[in-house]
C-alpha cells in the first residue's frame, strides 16, 4: 500500500494560497463589498437585541425564585431548582441554534425567528401573571399556602420553554454575528474583536442593571403583570430595531453542517486505525479549493498533538481519488477539517473549568436572594431595596471593571507583555476564577454574621422576621462576583470565539453557554443532595440552616478547580493558522491570523 500526498497546497508553499486570476477578482471584489458593510454602525442594532433578550431574562430570573415562593407558593427548594433548571437550559439550548445558524440558515434568520419565539414565551408568561385563573389563590401570615396546581405550573414550564428555546437561537448567534462585522486584518477598521467582546458585556451588564433595579422594583411594588409585560415590549421592539439594520451587516453564508464535519473525520481516521501513520505531514491530504468556504481567515496548520486523528488525512490506494473529484469524506478529510476536530478537542478542558465558575454564580439569584429577603432593606423610612436587586452591586462592580481592564489595565499590561490586548484570554481567565473563590468565602462569612444576628435578637425560628442586620453585608460577595465575571466570563467567550474553527463560531459561543447551563445542573445536583443528606439547607427557615457550609463546599471545589485548569492552560496550544494574503484594489494585505 503507498501512501501518497493529493494535496494541492502545504501550509510551508508561499504561493499555497494563490489562486487562479478570476478567483482573485471575485475574492478582491467580496472583501471589498464586506468592507463597505459591517463595522461600528452595525453595533445598536445587534446590541439592542441582545439587550432586550437579557432584559427579558434577567427581568424574571433574578426576582423567579421570589415570584415562584411568594406567588405560585412552591418550596424555597424546588424553586431554586426551577430557577438553575431554567438558566441551565436556557444555556444548553445554544447548541441547537448555533448547528441551524451554522448549518443551514445563517446568523441573521436565526437570530430574528428566535427572538419572535422568545416573545411568543414573554406573552405566554406576562398573561399567566396578570390572569387570576393561571396562579394560586393569595395567602398571608400563618395560612397553609395552596401550592400551584398542575394546569397553572403547565404554563409556567410552557412560557419557560419557549423562553430558552428563543434563547437558544440569540445567544451563540448575537455575540458571534456581532464580532464578524469587524475584519481583523483589514486596516480601514481599527476595532479589534476584542474590543468589541468587552462592550459587547458592557452593554449585557447595563440591561442586566436595568433588569435588576428597574424591572425588580415594578415586580415588587406594582405587580408582576407590569414587570413582566414592560421586557415584553422591549422584545418586540427589538425584533423591529434588528430588521432595520439588515442592509448594513456582513452577512456570511453558513458553510454547511460543523457536526457532520466532525462525525466525518472521526469516523474516517476509525476507518483508517490500523494504517501506520505518517511522520511527515507534508504527506497528508491539503485541498484548499474544497476547503475555501470553511477557510477564509486561512487554512489550519497540522498540529502534533492527537495524532490519530491525523489518519483521516492519510491517502491510500482504496480512496482512488482523482483530480476532478470530491473525496469521499467518510474515508478521506483535510487536513484543515482534522485540525477542525482537534482544536475543538483541546477547547474542552478549558471548557469544563468554567463549570464550576457558573455554579458558584448561581447561588446569587437564589440562597444569596433569600439571605437578603430576611435583612433590613430600608434605605429611607418608606423606600425598601428590593431583594432581587442587590444583584446591581455585582453588575456595578462588574461594569466598572470593564471599563477600567478597557482603558486603563490593557494599556499598562500592553507595555509589560507586548501583547495588543494586555494579557491573554487565559491568563484573565485565571484571575476571574482566583476572585471568584474569596467570593464564595466571604459569603459564607457572611451567613455566619447574619444568624449571629438573628440569635442574638431571638429570631432563630421566626423566618419571615427581618433581622437587625443591614442587608449590605452583601455587598462585597456581590461585587466580588462581579469582579470575578468581567474578567473569567468575558475571556472565556473571547477564547471560545477566537480558537474555535471560523466555520464553528456560532457552534464554539454555544459552548460558552453550555459551561453555564452545566453549571446551573451543577448546582441544582449538589443543592438536592446537600438537602437529602445534610440539614443545611432547610425549605422553609434559613435561619435554622447551614448556608456557609455549603458555600465553603463551593470555595473548596473552586480551589480544586482553579489548580486544573492551571494545569490544563499551561498545556493548553494555541490555533495555528497560516498565512493570508488577500489583494483590494491592487493593494496586498498580508497578515498572520
Known amino acids: 500500500?503507498?501512501?501518497?500526498?493529493?494535496?494541492?497546497?502545504?501550509?510551508?508553499?508561499?504561493?499555497?494560497?494563490?489562486?487562479?486570476?478570476?478567483?482573485?477578482?471575485?475574492?478582491?471584489?467580496?472583501?471589498?463589498?464586506?468592507?463597505?458593510?459591517?463595522?461600528?454602525?452595525?453595533?445598536?442594532?445587534?446590541?439592542?437585541?441582545e439587550i432586550c433578550e437579557k432584559l427579558a431574562m434577567v427581568g424574571f430570573s433574578k426576582n423567579m425564585v421570589n415570584y415562584l415562593t411568594q406567588q405560585l407558593h412552591m418550596p424555597l427548594t424546588k424553586a431554586a431548582n426551577t430557577v438553575t433548571n431554567f438558566n441551565g437550559t436556557s444555556s444548553l439550548t445554544p447548541?441547537?441554534?448555533?448547528?441551524?445558524?451554522?448549518?443551514?440558515?445563517?446568523?441573521?434568520?436565526?437570530?430574528?425567528?428566535?427572538?419572535?419565539?422568545?416573545?411568543?414565551?414573554?406573552?405566554?408568561?406576562?398573561?399567566?401573571?396578570?390572569?387570576?385563573?393561571?396562579?394560586?389563590?393569595?395567602?398571608?401570615?400563618d395560612q397553609v399556602c395552596q401550592e400551584a396546581n398542575g394546569s397553572q405550573t403547565a404554563v409556567l414550564y410552557l412560557s419557560l420553554l419557549l423562553a430558552a428555546l428563543g434563547s437558544g437561537g440569540i445567544r451563540p448567534?448575537?455575540?458571534?454575528?456581532?464580532?464578524?462585522?469587524?475584519?481583523?486584518?483589514?486596516?480601514?477598521?481599527?476595532?479589534?474583536?476584542?474590543?468589541?467582546?468587552?462592550?459587547?458585556?458592557?452593554?449585557?451588564?447595563?440591561?442586566?442593571?436595568?433588569a435588576s433595579t428597574v424591572l425588580v422594583y415594578i415586580q415588587d411594588n406594582v405587580g408582576w403583570s407590569w414587570g413582566l409585560g414592560i421586557p415584553t415590549l422591549a422584545m418586540a421592539l427589538s425584533i423591529i430595531v434588528f430588521l432595520i439594520g439588515y442592509p448594513l451587516y456582513r452577512n456570511l453564508d453558513p458553510a454547511g453542517s460543523p457536526y457532520t464535519r466532525v462525525l466525518q473525520v472521526s469516523v474516517a481516521a476509525f476507518r483508517k486505525r490500523k494504517i501506520p501513520s505518517i511522520s511527515d505531514p507534508k504527506f497528508l491530504y491539503v485541498n484548499e479549493e474544497l476547503d475555501a468556504s470553511i477557510s477564509t481567515d486561512g487554512l489550519l496548520h497540522h498540529t502534533k498533538q492527537?495524532?490519530?486523528?491525523?489518519?483521516?488525512?492519510?491517502?491510500t490506494e482504496e480512496d482512488s481519488l482523482k483530480s476532478s473529484e470530491k473525496?469521499?469524506?467518510?474515508?478521506?478529510?483535510?487536513?484543515?477539517?482534522?485540525?477542525?476536530?482537534?482544536?475543538?478537542?483541546?477547547?474542552?478542558?478549558?471548557?469544563?473549568?468554567?463549570?464550576l465558575f457558573a455554579t458558584s454564580n448561581a447561588q446569587q439569584n437564589t440562597f444569596s436572594l433569600q439571605q437578603a429577603n430576611t435583612m433590613e432593606r430600608h434605605l429611607t423610612k418608606y423606600f425598601v431595596i428590593p431583594s432581587a436587586s442587590m444583584s446591581v452591586f455585582g453588575m456595578l462592580s462588574m461594569l466598572i471593571t470593564i471599563v477600567l481592564y478597557d482603558r486603563l489595565l490593557v494599556r499598562v499590561a500592553r507595555r509589560i507583555t507586548g501583547l495588543e490586548r494586555g494579557i491573554n484570554f487565559l491568563q484573565r481567565m485565571a484571575i476571574g476564577f482566583f476572585i471568584a473563590i474569596i467570593a464564595t468565602m466571604v459569603a459564607g462569612f457572611v451567613e455566619v454574621k447574619r444568624k449571629h444576628a438573628a440569635s442574638a435578637s431571638g429570631l432563630i425560628d421566626s423566618p419571615e422576621s427581618t433581622i437587625p442586620i443591614s442587608v449590605f453585608w452583601l455587598v462585597p460577595q456581590y461585587s466580588l462576583h462581579g469582579i470575578a465575571e468581567a474578567f473569567m466570563v468575558i475571556g472565556h467567550l473571547e477564547f471560545f470565539y477566537n480558537q474555535a474553527p471560523e466555520s464553528m463560531r456560532s457552534t464554539a459561543t454555544a459552548l460558552f453557554w453550555t459551561s453555564i447551563s452545566v453549571?446551573?445542573?451543577?448546582?441544582?445536583?449538589?443543592?438536592?443532595?446537600?438537602?437529602?443528606?445534610?440539614?443545611?439547607?432547610?425549605?422553609?427557615?434559613?435561619?435554622?440552616?447551614?448556608?456557609?457550609?455549603?458555600?465553603?463546599?463551593?470555595?473548596?471545589?473552586?480551589?480544586?478547580?482553579?489548580?486544573?485548569?492551571?494545569?490544563?492552560?499551561?498545556?493548553?496550544?494555541?490555533?495555528?493558522?497560516?498565512?493570508?494574503?488577500?489583494?483590494?484594489?491592487?493593494?496586498?494585505?498580508?497578515?498572520?491570523?
Not at 497546497?9 to 458593510?37: H, I, L, M, R, Y
Open 519 to 593: 453549571g446551573d445542573y451543577t448546582s441544582t445536583l449538589l443543592v438536592t443532595l446537600v438537602h437529602k443528606y445534610s440539614n443545611w439547607l432547610p425549605n422553609r427557615n434559613l435561619n435554622k440552616g447551614k448556608l456557609e457550609y455549603f458555600y465553603w463546599l463551593l470555595t473548596l471545589l473552586q480551589a480544586l478547580n482553579i489548580v486544573y485548569y492551571l494545569i490544563c492552560a499551561k498545556f493548553y496550544t494555541f490555533k495555528p493558522l497560516s498565512h493570508k494574503t488577500e489583494h483590494v484594489e491592487g493593494i496586498e494585505l498580508t497578515t498572520q491570523v
Open 95 to 141: 447548541l441547537l441554534g448555533a448547528f441551524i445558524a451554522d448549518s443551514y440558515a445563517g446568523k441573521f434568520w436565526t437570530i430574528t425567528v428566535s427572538t419572535a419565539i422568545y416573545l411568543a414565551g414573554m406573552i405566554v408568561l406576562t398573561l399567566s401573571a396578570a390572569l387570576p385563573q393561571l396562579r394560586p389563590p393569595p395567602c398571608a401570615g
Open 306 to 315: 492527537l495524532k490519530f486523528l491525523d489518519k483521516a488525512a492519510i491517502v
Open 327 to 355: 473525496p469521499n469524506f467518510w474515508r478521506l478529510n483535510t487536513v484543515h477539517r482534522v485540525e477542525e476536530l482537534k482544536s475543538i478537542l483541546r477547547m474542552l478542558p478549558i471548557w469544563a473549568a468554567g463549570i
Open 173 to 210: 448567534c448575537v455575540a458571534a454575528f456581532g464580532a464578524e462585522q469587524f475584519v481583523e486584518e483589514d486596516p480601514t477598521q481599527p476595532k479589534k474583536t476584542w474590543v468589541f467582546f468587552n462592550w459587547y458585556y458592557f452593554a449585557l451588564g447595563v440591561s442586566i442593571l436595568l
Open 1 to 49: 500500500m503507498e501512501n501518497r500526498s493529493m494535496a494541492t497546497a502545504t501550509p510551508e508553499n508561499k504561493d499555497s494560497f494563490a489562486t487562479s486570476g478570476n478567483a482573485d477578482d471575485k475574492q478582491s471584489k467580496a472583501f471589498v463589498n464586506d468592507n463597505e458593510k459591517g463595522g461600528i454602525k452595525t453595533m445598536p442594532f445587534i446590541l439592542l437585541n
